[in-house]
C-alpha cells in the first residue's frame, strides 16, 4: 500500500515478521524509489508491538 506517494505500507498478519518480509518491503522500496516504509502486524494482541520501520 502506497500512502502519500511517499511511504509504503505492508500490511501483515503472520505469527512473526520474518527476515523474508523485511527483504520483500526493501524490494518494494527500491522499485519505487521510496525511502520509508513499515511493516504492520495485525496478528498480535497491541499492534503497536509489531511495527517495524525500515529505511533505504
Known amino acids: 500500500m502506497l500512502v502519500d506517494n511517499s ?3 505492508e500490511l501483515k ?8 518480509h523485511k527483504a520483500q518491503l526493501l ?6 524509489r521510496l525511502r520509508l516504509g513499515f511493516i504492520i502486524n495485525f ?3 497491541r499492534i503497536k508491538q509489531d511495527i ?3 529505511a533505504h
Open 27 to 32: 524490494i518494494y522500496l527500491r522499485l519505487t
Open 52 to 54: 517495524h520501520r525500515i
Open 43 to 45: 496478528n498480535v494482541p
Open 7 to 9: 511511504i509504503v505500507l
Open 13 to 20: 498478519a503472520v505469527e512473526t515478521v520474518l527476515t523474508v
